[in-house]
């Protein structure tokens, strides 16, 4: 299980617990920016999925996390769902290092290729893989996943599948916090 400190800011990483399941909620809604899901999903994945997910703290109060999966099917894939942050602490690296936390944890153990979906004008979220992809020393390939319309609510973009890796665990010291 994470549990790290960040002490230059005052940030702590760690394994959700379900009783934070509703600030992971909060969090995704306060970004404006992330796909929002209903309450109950985020309460699963901090119960369900703990060992695939990292929250980030500040003064007690969850500022960020990280959520994901390993792929039935793919065991040697981790999927990044969401990463979410709230904006007073968007910009400063975290979104990197609760990457990093969520590659370290037991969930990841094992995993060499890590995707996530990203839309073709979220360019922050493309910097942050590709550059996840060169500080792994690996390939970061960029594959169409989704199509605009196959999503049920008008206004979606399309998302894009970004793979990366195959990744070595040693690799992952250099996204250490």
Known sequence: ???????????????????DGAALWEVARETGTLDLNSSYLYLLLARDFADTCVIA??????VGFASGYRRPRRPEVLFLWQVGIVPAFQGAGLGKRLVGAFLRQPGADRASLLETTISPDNEASRALFRSIARELDTDCEVTPCFAADDFPDAGHEAEELFTIGPY???ALNHLAP
Request: aromatic share 0%; hydrophobic share 20%.
């Open 57 to 62: 703290e500040h003064d007690g109060q969850v």
């Open 1 to 19: 299980m994470i549990d790290e400190e960040i002490p230059d800011q005052g940030i702590r990483l760690r394994t959700p617990s379900p009783r």
């Open 168 to 170: 070595r665990p040693s």
